[in-house]
């Protein structure tokens, strides 16, 4: 396997760089011996997705480790809806192949552009009050830990099945993923306009009555539109005209959006204005469509973002004192609030380790105004109700603090000192939310 010469590699945001030597192996047998060799003279390697986290997680400062050859599925039963993937295999692949096999995933962020291994090793997730993270629909997966060997890890050794599925990268390079999927689906959205007022007071009702819900909240304003998913009979077919598809979501989301973000970095005193004339231009809009094209929306205005994900309970009033502080301070914040649910589930450094969530993130345009003061206060507000941050979204925190978060942190370090004592999979981020 060659090595690349090093070159500067930044995170989709552009807010982290390294200038790692890369090394692409084709197969998993490669990535056992390019994890061996590291090892065996002292570097530090870390694998990559596709650079989708806004934190430094995936920042290789010796050997970056890039998987993209680690493509496509390995083998698929349409009967049990069981399908191995290799990790390196980018959603959008994925979700493309699975409808080939009249299967579906359970459920989906807002984009297809991260690996399989990626979106999982940070506990990405979707929304829906019965559909917990991506991590919890894998029912197995191949490791190769840092000393090179590799493992098929499963329920058959819970302790390692319940770290590696949401593994940060700390524990082993994940080569293969089997995934519990659905029967292909598909989803009737519906979008529309109203008041914070109006949908707040009612939101554990509206989490609890669709498959999928969320909300996005015009800061500055007190308006929002909600998005509710419901799953729709196969024959049901009441497309979205192409028109108006490609107005809402390549024009107006992205296109318009990434322009006006453009000049309003120079005139931020406009900003909160022009939320209200945003939130106001939103009108309602309904149709159904494949599972994934519901969930996944193109993305080309960059931006950084931090989420926190909060006893689902809490979410009215982490919203609540965000406004407050928003009325406030008049913060030139151009992007909405994106509120989001899902299930519990039982992976150790999952967000959702047994506990219902609402996800709440907060968002600045990469020209606009600095983020620091927004996020802080947010992080503020969601330390008050046990917030736990997702690993791939800006926070602050640190081991000690993500250990009173989190009941199986310390056992995650004490597996991690097992499996990595000289770690090689090691890099700062990691130094900082699970120590040394
Ligand atoms: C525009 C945008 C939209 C987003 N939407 C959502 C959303 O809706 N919901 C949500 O929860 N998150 C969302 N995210 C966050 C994103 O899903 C996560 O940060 C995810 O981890 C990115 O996946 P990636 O493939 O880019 O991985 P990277 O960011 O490259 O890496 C993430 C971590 O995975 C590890 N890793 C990668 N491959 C392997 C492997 N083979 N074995 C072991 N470890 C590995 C890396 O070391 C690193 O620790 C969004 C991000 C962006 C930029």
Redesign the pocket.
Known sequence: MRSRRRHTWS???GNVTDSAETLAPRTPEEVAEAVRSAAGEGRRI??????????A??QADDLR?D?HH?SGIVSADRHTGRVRVL??T?LRVLNQALDWLGLAMPN????D???????T??????TGAGLP??AAGIVGLR?VTPDGQERWVDESDPELFGAARV????L????EIELACLPAYRLRAVESPDELDAVLPRIQEFFDAHRHFEMYWFPGTRRVQTKANDLVPDEVDEPLPEWRRRLDDELLSNTVFGAVNRVLAHVPRAVLPFNAVAARALSQRSYTAVSHEVFVTP?TVR?V?S?YAVPREAVADVLTDLHAWVERRREPISFPVEV?VAAPDDIWLSTGHERANA?VAVHQHVRGADPTAYFAAFEEIVAAHAGRP????LHTLDAERLSTLYPRHGDFVALRDRLDPDRV?AND??DRVLGP
């Open positions: 995170n989709w945001a870390r694998p990559v997705g596709s650079g989708h986290s806004f934190t997680v995936a480790l998987l680690l990790a390196g980018p989906l962020g807002d984009i552009a991260q690996t399989l291994a990626g979106a090793s940070t506990g990405t997730h979707g993270g991506l490791l593994g940060l990268g700390a082993g390079v994940v080569t993305r931006f973002e989420e989001r996800y997702h690993w791939g979204k999979l981020y990691l």
